[in-house]
């Protein structure tokens, strides 16, 4: 017993020596992203980036706040209304869901576009042009219905439009000319239906058709924009099930085959990622294949994964490979800790890379970004950091997080490297 006490104890040691080790290995081990939080209180459900101080380097908006780059220490706060400028309570909701970039002024600065809860204002901030002061609010539009209101040049003529639904009409709200800082001009695309709500789920724009004119998406099929839009015509809607209302939904040419297919969670608040390829029908009209690469048992990933409330979808070139990935994650705690599907999983952050192989077979392969931050109703996407390659900002209820692409450092074997495997997914 003498030497047995010594030996045990000498075991242990070593034991907890090697333990250590190997903990401090994998704690070094390089990461696809590095992870910045800037917050950790709940201010949004969206966050973006922009150069407000015209210094050349990206700067990051969450909630009420700038913050400047490249550091993002130091932080200005552009809002504020108390309902802005507040910290949340997790277990309710914020009057900031998603935020945008653009100058609007034409001044060659870049103001901010805050679209607040579902069926509330959507505002911009001017920007002060460098003064450290609270920015002039404008109202932009005074109901903004959809979870998932787009920014973008819906039009093709380099003015941006809010496309949303309002007032029980899907459309899209852009700038009077006449009066560039009073509230936009709707146009509505549809006549006015009961589902066009402030909660409805699901809405995106694209090139559906080839025409060369943006079109409108939403759960429930896409609708072709005319070819004279005077009088705010309704659009031609073309009926197909995209799912039971998701988030942002994308137009993009998924296989290479030069028809566009359309991407979109399936249900914002549950299961499902999906690719639906364009393809015709008997009679010649355009219609869709479903794919799906995520679902609601392991079984449906090839890869075994499973995660749920997809809110926020951006879609980007993050590897630099010439396609376009899907970058999307958890929105965690969308309706309080003991609501929706899985509410206490971990709230992951994933980049689903397009890889395109022979005969136009399509894998989207899932590599983690992380684990404790998740989506909340936005996920942007942009080069912030001044690399070659896009970074990510998000900002929802742990607060707001940065995360700068370290692929050029790491160099594309990492990828091949750190690829996950494809398993036989356990059906549950």
């Known amino acids: 017993m003498k030497m047995l006490i010594p030996r045990l104890f000498t075991a242990h040691l070593l034991f907890v020596a090697l333990f250590i080790a190997s903990t401090a290995f994998a704690e070094d081990q390089p990461t696809l992203f590095k992870k910045t939080q800037l917050t950790d209180q709940f201010y949004s459900e969206g966050a973006t980036i922009g150069d407000f101080n015209k210094d050349g380097i990206m700067d990051v908006v969450i909630g009420p706040y700038w913050y400047e780059g490249p550091d993002f220490t130091k932080k200005h706060a552009f809002a504020a209304e108390d309902f802005m400028t507040k910290a949340y309570d997790p277990h309710g909701y914020s009057k900031n869901f998603l935020a945008f970039t653009w100058d609007l002024t034409g001044d060659g600065w870049t103001d901010i576009i805050i679209c607040g809860f579902p069926g509330e204002e959507t505002a911009w901030y001017e920007n002060p042009k460098g003064k450290d002061e609270p920015w002039k609010r404008h109202v932009m539009i005074q109901h903004t219905d959809n979870e998932s209101p787009t920014f973008g040049d819906l039009l093709g003529t380099g003015k941006p439009a809010l496309i949303c639904m309002s007032g029980g009409t899907m459309g899209y709200a852009m700038a009077d000319p006449a009066n560039r800082t009073g509230e936009w ?5 549809s006549p006015k239906m009961a589902a066009y709500q402030r909660f409805t789920h699901g809405i995106g724009f694209g090139d559906v058709n080839g025409d060369g004119k943006m079109d409108l998406l939403d759960k429930d099929g896409w ?13 031609k809607k073309h009926p197909f099930k995209f799912g039971s209302g998701g988030a942002q939904m994308f137009v993009y040419d998924v296989n290479g085959d030069g028809k566009p297919d359309v991407i979109t969670c399936i249900e914002a608040h549950g299961y499902g990622l999906a690719w639906f390829e364009q393809t015709k029908d008997d009679q010649g009209e355009i219609t869709f294949i479903k794919h799906l690469i995520m679902g609601d048992k392991p079984s449906d990933s090839p890869y075994g994964l499973r995660f749920s409330q997809m ?17 999307t994650g958890k929105r965690f705690w969308a309706h309080g800790p003991g609501g929706d599907k899985d509410p206490a999983d971990p709230a992951v952050l994933y980049i689903f890379r397009l890889v395109r192989g022979p005969d136009g077979k399509v894998d989207y392969v899932p590599y983690k970004v992380d684990d404790n931050s998740g989506v909340g109703t936005q996920v942007t996407v942009g080069n912030i950091a001044g690399g070659k390659l896009p970074d990510i900002v998000v900002g929802n209820k742990k607060g707001g997080f940065v995360f700068i692409n370290q692929l050029d450092r790491l160099g594309k074997d990492y990828l091949k490297k750190n690829a996950p495997k494809r398993v036989e997914a356990d059906a549950k």
């Open 185 to 189: 001009v709707w146009h509505p695309t």
């Open 223 to 235: 609708y072709e924009q005319p070819a004279n839009l005077d009088g705010d015509p309704h659009w």
């Open 311 to 327: 809110h926020g979808i951006a879609l980007a070139d993050m590897f630099g490979d010439g396609v376009l990935d899907i970058v």
